[in-house]
């Protein structure tokens, strides 16, 4: 059975580090584009960032520019997302996707994922 399981997230003041990962089972994720994609109550499902299935491409949504990193390593069936800088707008539950696209902005949008939402994992930024 194909699944992607998040984790990492946990409570956070303003300012610090969480990084999380999104394993994969039942499949190579070398495969596959893999997005990370946040939700926060009373919004809706946005794509935070995303990584080519080589790793050579990657894109950000802007308020994340120079704070998150995405990287990847295929040898353990994982991706990351570094998250530095934290404020507290970045505060939701975080999902990794399969998606369909991964060299351009399009990549953002959840239209474009494949397959269906795992559990995500919840990131606090509070003081």
């Known amino acids: 059975q194909l699944q992607l399981v998040e984790s990492g997230g946990g409570l956070v003041q303003p300012g610090g580090s969480l990084r999380l990962s999104c394993a994969a089972s039942?499949?190579?994720?070398?495969?596959?584009?893999i997005g990370w994609f946040r939700q926060a109550p009373g919004k809706e499902r946005e794509g935070v960032s995303c990584i080519s299935n080589g790793g050579t491409s990657t894109i950000y949504k802007d308020s994340v520019k120079g704070r998150f990193t995405i990287s990847r390593d295929n040898a353990k069936n994982t991706v990351y997302l570094q998250m530095n800088s934290l404020k507290p707008e970045d505060a939701a539950r975080y999902y990794c996707?399969?998606?369909?696209?991964?060299?351009?902005?399009?990549?953002?949008?959840?239209?474009?994922?494949?397959?269906?939402w795992g559990q995500g994992t919840q990131v606090t930024v509070a003081s």
């Open positions: 996707a399969r998606i369909s696209f991964g060299y351009d902005s399009r990549c953002l949008r959840a239209t474009g994922v494949l397959g269906s």
């Open positions: 039942g499949f190579t994720l070398g495969s596959y584009n």
